[in-house]
């Protein structure tokens, strides 16, 4: 019998995601007998202990006799029990100065770490993750923040929400003026932004007709890969050729700049690709935009104004157009900046549904079974050691 555990979430601030709910815990009891879950007890769960109590799961604080153990953020040092196979967020692929201690820890207690984020599709596509939801939170503050600027209209806060049902029925009546909306993107972050854009009556247009004309009513356009990146010498994009080698590419976002009243980022970011905008491009009067909601959320990243995380209760704020400066949100020389790094946790119960739908789907049977190449891939850490394909993080590991 292999016993998985769903471990308490212990990051500050908390999360209240979980990766297994209450119903899907009690469908895997029913269709196999050799697997059991164990829940760790917490009060911040989005699902109360009494509800996986009810669903058959037994609820308990010692985690030392699972197997595997499920987590969502990054599992504190403190926490971690020696010798385990941990699942969870670690943030450590791309050498994150805050978890290096985490990763350093996870050799030398000789855990094993599969990591969600590095589990993809032959094409590179993120299996699992909660994307799709940040994607609904995101474009919902974005479009919200741009309101509370204007004074224009006014959109209810997500988390005051029920569920994404209950949020839906906030749309309606809602009426947008003319402005114009740009989503960059085009993984689960960016479908998720399209959803709500769609859910809010956003009309969408091709980026040719976006950059010429303006609307009677509020549009808005995707900039996928071809419409924000180009060679360098030959002026062409190339997905295949761009993922191995974006540091020989430009980006082509900043005309949109001069057309675009809010952003949307959804788009993925490492230190090799080029920014959509350079830090200073926004003192300029031919950079309209007026709100930038960064979902995908990389402090100095994609979006170089991105001075740092909010917290959910306090999402926004500004940064002054010429000194570049953090400012309160709303000001008249600023522009206004929504960065937050648990965007889920603001429709908890929605997200963990969708990531435990696929966590059984993609990953759960073939964990069971011994592994696969998705989780041999995701796997950056066996028993203590780098795995081949995460060597590259030997320096970063050392203590």
Not at 193 to 222: C, S
Not at 254 to 275: E, S, V
Request: charged share 25%; with cysteine.
């Amino acid at each position: 019998m292999t016993t998985i555990g769903l471990i308490r979430e212990g990051k500050t601030p908390a999360d209240n995601r979980v990766a297994l709910t209450p119903a899907q815990c009690k469908w895997i009891h029913r269709e196999d007998s050799n697997i059991r879950i164990i829940v760790q007890s917490s009060p911040a769960r989005c699902f109360s202990d009494k509800e996986y109590t009810m669903a058959g799961v037994k609820v308990q604080e010692d985690m030392s006799a699972c197997d595997i153990l499920l987590g969502i953020k990054e599992v504190p040092v403190d926490m971690l029990i020696e010798g385990k196979t941990y699942l969870f967020f670690s943030h450590t692929r791309k050498e994150q100065p805050r978890n290096r201690r985490l990763l350093q820890e996870v050799i030398a207690r000789k855990i094993t770490l599969i990591d969600y984020e590095c589990m993809e599709h032959e094409d590179g596509q993120r299996i699992i993750g909660f994307g799709f939801f940040a994607g609904i939170v995101g474009a919902h503050n974005g479009v919200m923040a741009y309101g509370n600027r204007t004074g224009l209209y006014r959109l209810e806060r997500v988390y005051r929400q029920r569920n994404f049902r209950e949020l839906i029925h906030t749309y309606f009546g809602l009426r947008l003026p003319n402005l114009k909306i740009a989503v960059t993107g085009s993984g689960r972050v960016a479908h998720g932004a399209l959803e709500i854009m769609n859910l809010m009556g956003v009309h969408e247009v091709e980026p040719d007709d976006y950059m010429k004309r303006r609307f009677a009513y509020p549009v808005y356009t995707q900039l996928k890969g071809p419409d924000l990146y180009r060679h360098s010498i030959t002026g062409k994009y190339s997905r295949e050729d761009f993922h191995k080698y974006p540091e020989q590419y430009d980006c082509v976002f900043l005309p949109f700049a001069a057309q675009t009243d809010i952003l949307l980022n959804g788009i993925y970011w490492d230190k090799n690709i080029p920014r959509l905008f350079q830090k200073q491009d926004i003192s300029a009067d031919t950079f309209i935009i007026q709100t930038i909601a960064d979902i995908t959320d990389d402090t100095g990243g994609s979006v170089p104004i991105n001075l740092g995380d909010q917290t959910i209760e306090d999402p926004v704020y500004g940064v002054d157009r010429n000194t570049f400066e953090k400012t309160a949100p709303y000001l008249p020389g600023s522009i206004d900046l929504m960065s937050v790094g648990n965007l889920p946790n603001e429709l908890p119960r929605d997200a963990s549904r969708y990531f435990g739908e696929q966590l059984i789907k993609h990953i759960l049977e073939d964990l069971l079974q011994g592994g696969s190449p998705v989780i041999e891939n995701a796997t950056i850490v066996r028993q203590g050691k780098l795995t081949n394909r995460y060597e590259y993080l030997k320096t970063y590991a050392a203590q």
